[in-house]
């Protein structure tokens, strides 16, 4: 299983790669089109599908490495045994509305299968609207690894504190 996560893992940094270049590859192909007189309108379509999608893998790759934005003023002025569950607590409400995201993303990509993307024939407007379910769930895994992680920190740090 941990090669199977390392490998989705190293899939998903390639792949919000991929989508951010060619965002701005398709974005640029535009514009120079335009300056040409000769405009391709469904580059900016593509490119939008392209954002859906790296934003919410950006956004998993960001939040495993911890490099989410973060407000430390009330944790750091807080005892770190309510510091430990005010983390609980936000991990708690993070899954809860990640697990609404799934559901909500999965109901909106299934009643918009039959609707074409941006007029786009024989593209569904699916692809765009399973980058919430989809990256919810990453974003829940990553989130249900760092409760697991802060509850065996949690355990070592009680472990070592001197018996009263």
Known sequence: ?????????????????????????????????RMMHTPINWT???????????????????????????IDILPEMVPAGVRRA?????YGLIAIFLVCGIYAG???????RAR?????????YSWVTMSLPVGCLLLLVT???KIR???????RAEGAQPPC
Do not use: H, K
Not at 2 to 29: D, H, N, Q, T, W
Not at 106 to 112: D, Q
């Open 1 to 33: 299983m941990p090669s199977l996560y390392r490998f989705i893992l190293r899939a998903e940094a390639c792949l919000a790669g991929l989508l951010l270049m060619a965002m701005v590859v398709l974005i640029f192909a535009g514009g120079v089109a």
């Open 44 to 70: 900016i379509d593509l490119a939008t599908c392209a954002f859906a999608w790296a934003s919410f893998l950006c956004a998993d790759i960001a939040w495993r490495r911890g490099a989410l934005m973060a």
């Open 86 to 90: 005010l983390e609980f607590v936000n």
């Open 106 to 112: 999965t109901l909106l990509a299934w009643i918009s």
């Open 116 to 124: 074409s993307f941006q007029g786009i024939p024989g593209i569904s």
């Open 143 to 145: 989130t249900l690894l």
């Open 149 to 155: 992680d802060a509850r065996r920190a949690a355990v």
